[in-house]
């Protein structure tokens, strides 16, 4: 069985504005690496064009 832990992200944006989430269920280390793999894909994007962002993510 993989060990499991309980993760946080948190992105800061270069305004000043912060955001966070804390995982309710357990992160693997595979979700570790899909957290790691989408991150480059937020940078320097507008933090206010969720849907667009969210709609790029799933492609």
Known sequence: MLPFQRWA?????DDGASGGYV???VGTPS????????A????GRDP??????????RR
């Open 23 to 25: 995982t309710h269920w």
């Open 40 to 43: 480059p894909h937020l940078v």
């Open 48 to 57: 206010d064009a969720r849907e667009e962002i969210w709609q790029d993510l």
């Open 9 to 13: 992200v948190r992105i800061h944006t």
């Open 31 to 38: 979700s570790f690496g899909q957290a790691a793999m989408l």
